[in-house]
């Protein structure tokens, strides 16, 4: 059984170790600069399915001193969103409809928010998160970045 619960110490190393395993898709991530999310984030939650680490999704409602540039991106043109960060499956438990899973999960979160906003790579490209967020209503809102690395700026509104 899938489940998404808040990181504990323990979690903090099979974090880590997916997050650079994965890291041309993401920010680079080390525990100092958890601990820093962890303060502005609304969730840092670990899926765990059976007892098994299989991955985690890191998210921020508006208003937070969250630094990154994607996250300002859409603070300066949305009065109300919520920003997913990263998700992550473990290798282990992709496949399984688990990011299905932590995505209703998340936007019913987000629904009070009116939208949920996220990016994916174009540069280097991410296909299957891009065709991922098309099958489940993403549109494109703008872009960032330059020929080394590029995403797209994704949102899906939400009815509350």
Do not use: C
Request: hydrophobic share 40%; aromatic share 10%; proline share 4%.
């Amino acid at each position: 059984m899938a489940t998404l619960r808040p990181i504990t110490p323990s979690d903090v190393d099979d974090v880590l170790a997916l997050n650079e395993r994965n890291v041309v898709k993401l920010a680079p991530l080390d525990a100092a600069r958890l601990t820093e999310i962890q303060d502005w984030a609304d969730r840092v939650d670990v899926l765990d399915v059976d007892g098994a680490f299989a991955g985690f999704v890191v998210t921020f409602g508006p208003g937070t001193p969250y630094d990154s540039d994607n996250y300002r991106w859409f603070t300066d043109r949305f009065d109300d969103f919520y920003y997913l960060d990263r998700i992550v499956l473990h290798e282990d438990f992709r496949r399984r409809g688990l990011g299905g899973f932590v995505y209703d999960d998340v936007e019913e979160t987000a629904r009070k928010h009116g939208r949920l906003a996220l990016e994916v790579n174009l540069v280097p490209r991410n296909d299957a998160s891009l065709a991922f967020h098309e099958g489940r209503g993403y549109v494109e809102v703008g872009r960032i970045g330059d020929d080394d690395h590029l995403v797209t700026l994704l949102t899906k509104e939400l009815e509350a």
